[in-house]
């Protein structure tokens, strides 16, 4: 195998690049007892290199439990492997299509062959998972990857770096590592696939540079996901599944609830019941070793700066929990807050957040909610909390997203057969279940002729075969009046 530093030291982006494809093409497709063989022997790493892994994501962001990362990481990336493994014979087998009615002595259907080399550009809020995911996906079709992690989370990027260079070739894999220069060189190459998960305006960016070599793309953006709490439906199920979603990571969660819609009859009840949560999960404070912290000074100051920016402008903010004071004791730690009476034009109100922090807005019908949501940037993914009445039934219906949870937060992207992806300025494709299959695959279509060719007879010189069939498919000719 060659090490990472051997592969940095003597091949470019473009080579490695050059490299991959031209294994790719020199090469049958891989069998599925080969594709499952690369699974298991990831599965297998993510194992071994398991407590490196935490060591790192916790020195990347200042503090993060290893329980965290196990849980919200390295299990979604074992499940993930394992529920390919189980469905790759389905997902190989040739689909057969339908034959019209002129063409019954042939046969059509669909192979999903392998595309070649796939790009990945990963993000440094799971910088283990949403790098390793895709990279088994990409394996599972039949590709090989390069895959570029984030600069924010080094450490990390390290440990997987050294971990699939000790488990596969440069042909297989290579990790691409450095800054945004790198990562703008990174994202204009001539993939086949390209994959990044990040943030809306650099998605923008990744896109445009695609679009050079026609590139195709799956874009995992971000937004404003919105939490909708029925009227009467703030309770301790309804905070725990918020208050989860929101602090897990620190809030740094591209699918973390971004605002709560609450009836304004509740809106103190949610105060009350949402702080009493926090106090739960956190019982000796935010400095407990269970709480994350944010990743870097840059982010930090952003979100504290959307704190004072919406304090100036009125609203009220409202630190959580036990001792939020010991928050101070730590590090860029956070203290779990919420911000109500946020202005509409409020920084807080138009930016993804990406921290512990959750702005309140109340209303008083769901109409007032649907036109709310649909004013805006269609989100990655929205959350319902109370009965599936005609409310509910009301919103998924006029309200357009990613993925939706009804009385959950975030664990819809745990769901691996189903599709994970955004719409519009959260995203473009999926990926996760046989959508992810299929977005890494070429879909080729084979029409086979059979020994009876009814097209041989359309064919010049016409006469009244070419008439009659005419007739039968598209109607007898009016004359002209």
């Not at 009836?263 to 000796?284: C, G, K, M, Q, W």
Request: proline content about 5%; some cysteine; aromatic content about 8%.
């Amino acid at each position: 195998m060659n090490t990472l530093n051997e592969v940095s030291s003597t091949l470019n982006a473009s080579e490695i690049l050059s490299r991959q494809r031209k294994a790719f093409l020199k090469a049958e497709p891989p069998t599925l007892q080969q594709r499952k063989a690369s699974l298991a022997k990831l599965r297998a790493a993510v194992i071994e290199y398991r407590s490196e892994l935490q060591v790192a994501a916790s020195e990347d962001f200042g503090h993060r439990s290893y329980h965290e990362t196990d849980v919200m990481e390295l299990v979604g990336i074992v499940q993930s492997i394992d529920y390919l493994m189980r469905n790759l014979r389905r997902f190989m087998k040739p689909e057969k299509r339908h034959v019209s009615l002129f063409y019954r002595s042939a046969s059509a259907h669909i192979e999903y062959q392998p595309k070649g080399v796939i790009g990945v550009m990963a993000p440094w809020n799971y910088p283990i998972s949403l790098t390793l995911i895709p990279f088994a996906t990409a394996i599972a079709a039949g590709n090989r990857a390069m895959l570029k992690p984030s600069e924010l989370t080094p450490q990390t990027s390290e440990v997987i770096s050294r971990m699939l260079a000790a488990n596969f070739s440069i042909e297989e894999v290579a990790v691409v590592l450095g800054g945004p220069e790198v990562g703008a060189e990174f994202s204009a190459l001539p993939f086949d696939h390209l994959l990044f998960t990040g943030s809306t305006p650099v998605g923008r960016k990744v896109m445009k540079a695609a679009s050079d070599n026609l590139v195709p793309l799956t874009l995992e953006l971000g937004g404003k996901s919105p939490a909708i709490v029925g009227q009467g439906h703030v309770n301790s199920r309804t905070m725990t599944s918020i208050a989860y979603g929101k602090l897990s990571n620190g809030g740094q969660t591209c699918v973390a609830p971004d605002y709560a819609l609450v009836h304004e009859d509740d809106l103190e009840a949610f105060i009350e019941e949402y702080n009493a949560t926090v106090s739960r999960f956190y019982p000796n404070g935010p400095d407990c070793d269970d709480y994350t912290s944010i990743v870097n000074e840059r982010h930090y100051a952003r979100l504290q700066g959307l704190l004072d920016s919406a304090k100036q402008n009125g609203a009220r903010i409202i630190e959580l929990g036990i001792k939020p004071e010991s928050a101070k004791n730590r590090t860029r730690t956070l203290v779990p807050t919420l911000v109500v009476g946020a202005k509409d034009d409020d920084a807080i109100m138009r930016e993804e957040i990406f921290g512990p922090i959750l702005p309140v807005r109340t209303y008083r019908n769901i109409d007032e909610v649907i036109n709310y949501i649909n004013e805006r940037d269609r989100p990655l993914a929205l959350y319902y909390f109370g009965e599936k009445d005609a409310d509910c039934k009301k919103l998924l219906r006029r309200t357009t997203s990613g993925n939706v949870g009804i009385n959950n937060t975030i664990i819809h992207v745990a769901q691996d057969d189903l599709p994970f992806g955004g719409i519009g300025p959260s995203g473009m494709g999926a990926y996760h279940g046989i959508e992810g299959f299929r977005s890494m695959s070429h879909a080729k279509g084979i029409f086979d002729q059979g020994r009876w060719n009814f097209p041989s007879f359309l064919h010049a010189p016409f006469g009244k075969f070419m008439e009659l069939a005419l007739a039968i498919t598209l109607g007898k000719k009016k004359s002209k009046s």
